[in-house]
């Protein structure tokens, strides 16, 4: 085997043992060192030069790449999987038929599904899927994401929430961690604008939350303003600055827009 193509191998061995372990930061540390080495084979993105080692070569920087993604779930870092899912993405689809699917391909296509229904990204959700075979439609892990996003966007919130306990895939954990939060704070905003106050138990019921201990530490975090009183939830709400809270100054925008119609009109 080619010097450098063992060196390689023998560092991702290393970062993988490290995963497992969740030693994050020798992980981290090896993952820079392997992308430093990776950029010496031609063979790889953008130049795809057809070298030797190519297919070895491919296969070891997919996988790499594959366990960097892993790795950013791992440490909780949206920015380093966005990063590192780009740099994966080429393996995926311009690589073609030269190297066998991986196995982890379709898990990490949902997972950046997952990752843009999270930060609200639904037009580039929906342009990722229209991306997608049909048969990597059919697969649970892709369907997950397209589901949750239904869901999300019918207003079905506990589907979304009890959508947690059948995660295809266990990185899947984090995100969906993130999109209950999400939803609860979406459930909790439109819970205060409806309601003076509720019984603990009936707030406790819609933000499907599953104790009154988990109640109360929802509301020490995102809402302290919130009171609980003799078994009451009151919804102590925030004022509205008096900058936002201003009407709209409807009838002199009416006059305004008569005024330049019968300007134009004389014009024409």
Known sequence: MDPKLTEVSQIFERLKAALLRNDFDTASRLLSQLKI????FKSLPPLFAETPNAIQELTLARDIYEHAVVLSVKMEDQDAFERD???????????GGRLPQSAQEYPILGLN??????????????????????????????KHAVELEQSFMEGAYNRVLTARQT????????FMDLLARTVRDEIAGCSEKAYESLRVEDARQILLLSSDQELFDYIKEEHPEWEVKNGWLVFNKVKESSASSK??????????????????????
């Open 113 to 142: 599904l997952l990752r843009l229904l999270v930060q609200n990204r639904i037009a580039e959700f929906h342009t990722e899927l229209e991306l997608l075979s049909a048969k990597a439609l059919e697969n649970p892990c892709i």
């Open 85 to 95: 899912f780009f740099q994966l993405k080429p393996y995926y689809t311009d690589v």
């Open 167 to 174: 995660v295809p895939h266990e990185t899947y954990v984090y």
């Open 247 to 268: 009407e709209i100054p409807s009838l002199q925008l009416i006059n305004q827009t008569l005024s330049y119609a019968r300007e134009l009109e004389r014009i024409v």
């Open 37 to 40: 080495l990776l950029i010496e």
